[in-house]
């Protein structure tokens, strides 16, 4: 078990490079059930940034991220039922502790536990985060009902399966999501969370969401015109995946000038990994 808060600056490097050998090949079997079936997809978030910046991962970036419209996400993930390889997993809330709004594919026997996040019944493995793209309101009153709707439930799905807060400043409006998530279900909370989500797929809206996102609400947003297939293609180590098209506008709006390097002290492990287990130490064959 390698504790990665342990290593030297000297043994990091070599961790993480054998950490984006496992998401890599993770992000290939996405790639290839997407593809066979004609899927809308693409690279987002830092691994956007990765494709873009340094035509690969990110050097200290510690996961991979891919995100469908929602529709696609919606196939996606009954596709898994007949098409996922064996080696791979489908993790969604409808698995035992774990409650975020997006999917996780995690690679079978492998081992990736995070500070903040709760023990889920399948295990906590090496994994490629997978969020749906919805319709977001066009309108600032609209899109500010919008997002304390779904912040809202996300919150108590979240405090409903125990993750841990990493703001950890109490607020009156964190007590009462607290209280009314204890009063609920995981199903119904779930299911109040997507229909927050979806309330504006069926609309013509200018732009797309990530609902799933980690950064501020409203920065991790899709013109509509840059979902529209077919989306081009970009080198990610070696392997060309899909991106947005206009993915400079994409990644202005997430990080500003984003072709200016981090200083080096907030190059870090951003997902505050615990202990990691590579299973036989080597990543499977693609």
């Not at 969604?92 to 995690?106: D, E, Q, S, V």
């Not at 990644?251 to 287990?277: A, K, S, T």
């Amino acid at each position: 078990m390698i504790r990665p808060e342990e290593l030297s600056p000297g043994e990091y490097p070599a961790f993480l490079e054998a950490l984006h050998g496992h998401l890599l090949v993770i992000a290939v079997e996405i790639r290839r059930i997407c593809d066979a079936h004609g899927l809308v997809y693409c690279l987002v978030g830092g691994s956007l940034l990765g494709a873009v910046r340094h035509r690969g991962f990110i050097p200290w970036d510690d996961d991979m991220d891919i995100g469908l419209p929602r529709e696609d996400y919606e196939r996606f993930l009954r596709l898994c039922g007949t098409e996922l390889g064996s080696a791979f997993e489908l993790v969604t809330t409808r698995n035992g502790g774990y409650g975020l709004p997006f999917a996780k594919i995690m690679l079978k026997g492998t081992v990736f536990r995070e500070r903040n996040a709760p023990q889920y019944d399948c295990g906590n493995g090496i994994y490629v985060d997978v969020f749906p793209l919805d319709r977001i309101p066009d309108g600032g009153l609209a899109r500010k009902l919008y997002q304390l709707n779904t912040l809202f439930f996300r919150y108590a799905l979240l405090k409903k399966c125990g993750y841990r807060d990493t703001n950890p400043r109490v607020t009156l409006w964190k007590r009462f999501v607290s209280v009314y998530a204890r009063c609920h279900s995981k199903r119904f909370l779930a299911k109040k969370m997507d229909r927050s989500a979806t309330a504006f797929n069926g609309r013509r809206t200018a732009c797309y969401f990530n609902t799933g996102t980690a950064y501020p609400f409203g920065r991790e947003v899709f013109a509509e015109e840059s979902l529209a297939a077919p989306l081009p293609e970009l080198p990610f180590e070696g392997i060309m995946f899909r991106v947005p098209r206009h993915a400079d506008a994409v990644l202005r709006q997430l990080y500003g000038d984003y072709m200016v390097l981090p200083p080096e002290d907030q190059r870090y492990n951003r997902h505050g990994i615990v202990n990691v287990d590579f299973g036989d130490g080597e990543a499977p064959e693609e």
